[in-house]
């Protein structure tokens, strides 16, 4: 992976692993961004996605159907939770 999604891959942010879709998200609270890569049989991790979210976003937790919520940090002055979901 190169360009922005090692950056946010490499953040401090905890990521967040979906067994049942082997999905890693990791939210970069400073860039206002969450990064998706999908983590092959042997590791190997691919972008799947980079969308905005709200400056201070972080921490990811994924749910079954694929939504992640995002905790708030003190950067950006979040005081809710971010929701990032599926196109359907």
């Known amino acids: 992976m190169t ?19 082997h999905l890693l998200c990791v939210g970069a609270a400073r860039a206002g961004r969450l990064t998706i890569a999908h983590a092959d049989p042997q590791g190997k991790l691919s972008l799947v996605a980079s969308v905005p979210t709200r400056i ?15 905790a708030h940090s003190a950067v950006g002055g979040l005081s809710d939770l971010v929701l990032v979901e599926p196109e359907k």
């Open 56 to 70: 201070g976003a972080r921490n990811p937790a994924v749910t079954d159907p694929g939504a992640v919520y995002l």
């Open 3 to 21: 360009g922005r999604a090692r950056d946010d891959l490499s953040s401090r942010s905890l990521p967040d692993y979906s067994p049942g879709t």
